[in-house]
Structures are given as C-alpha cells and as structure tokens.
C-alpha cells in the first residue's frame, strides 16, 4: 500500500468569488461540486510527537474509500501522510462501526479546482461554514513548501482565520476551536 504525503493549508473563507478569481487567473481547473458524507471512526489515543491519527470512511456519489492519516504541523501547514482504500463491498464497513464506533459526520459540499499537484477545496461544511483549503502532493521536482506560500500570499487578502485541526473537530466541538490569525 502506498503512503501520499501532502502539504496544506485550511482556513476560514467568506466570499468564494474573488478565490475562484485567483485559481481561474493562475491556470487551474474546475473539476467538479459533490457532496461528501465523512464518518470518523474512534481510534485508540496514541497521541505522540508526530501528530495526530484519523481514520474515515468518505462516501461520494457511488464511490466509498476509507483514508487513514498522520497529520502534523509545521511552519504554518499541515503535513499528512496518508493511504487511501476504495471499498467495492460495504460489508467490511458495518465490522468498523461495530469495532470502532463512529465519532463524528461531516457532511460538507465540496468545490473541487485542480492545476498540477495541486488540489483546491471550496467548502461548505455543514454546521461550520465556508472553508478553503489547499493540498500540495509531494511528487517528484516539486517545491511544495513554495507552493503553499505562493498560494497563501496570493489568497491571504480573501481568506479569514486559518484552521489547524479537522473538520471532525470543528463539527465537535464548534469552528471556533483551533484556529490562529491569518
């Protein structure tokens, strides 16, 4: 199984108008607007030096995958490292909830832009708000650092305060938790 590992950032957005402006403008595409269904499962506590641990069954449309993930900050983003499963047979999903309970649903419409490595996520999180978010994959001759402090000076102006946490914990306890100014 192979491990992708992404550099991020998320913050609060209030207009999306002038944001889709920007990535038109730098050469990225629309791909699509979905509906995501994100159930987080419980996981034993083995909180540590490097970060944090999530586990999620993600539905969209037709398609269920389930993505686990170590996530970490650093200098301002967050880095995950993450493996991805696509569940033909849902099954196995009614074992995981039984086995480990289901801890939070995020249930958002995404806006999806992408230009290279690059994915841009227009959110809409229910209970929550308006999101953005920026995943830089790491690949080959990419300087994802730079690529998330282009795109961070180029949005700044547009976007409020910016997230450290999940969407799980923003729906659980509320979105004025982990965030820090722009």
């Given amino acids: 199984m192979s491990v992708h ?5 998320k913050a609060f957005c209030p ?3 002038p944001v889709r402006r920007i990535l038109r403008e730098s050469g990225a595409s629309f791909i699509e607007t979905k509906r995501q269904l994100d159930c987080y499962y419980r996981l034993p506590d083995l909180e540590s030096e490097a970060g944090t641990r999530r ?3 993600r539905s ?4 269920t995958e389930l993505i686990y993930y170590r996530d970490h900050h650093e200098t301002g983003t967050r880095i995950s490292e993450f493996q991805l499963w696509q569940m ?5 999903l009614e074992v995981l909830d039984a086995v480990l309970g ?3 649903v995020v249930r958002k419409k995404r806006e999806l832009w ?3 490595n690059i994915k841009f996520n227009l959110d809409c999180v229910e209970g929550v708000g308006q999101i953005f978010e920026l995943e830089a994959q790491q690949m080959d001759g990419r300087d994802i650092v730079g690529q998330v402090e282009e795109y961070r000076s180029r949005l700044s102006p547009y976007l409020g305060a910016y997230i450290t946490c999940s969407n799980e914990n923003l729906v659980e306890s509320g979105p004025s938790s982990s965030m820090t100014a722009p």
């Fill in 5 to 9: 590992m992404n550099r991020e950032i």
């Fill in 15 to 17: 207009d999306f108008v």
């Fill in 55 to 57: 586990f999620k069954l």
């Fill in 60 to 63: 969209e449309n037709e398609k």
């Fill in 88 to 92: 033909p047979n849902r099954e196995i």
């Fill in 102 to 104: 289901v801890r939070v």
């Fill in 114 to 116: 992408h230009l290279d």
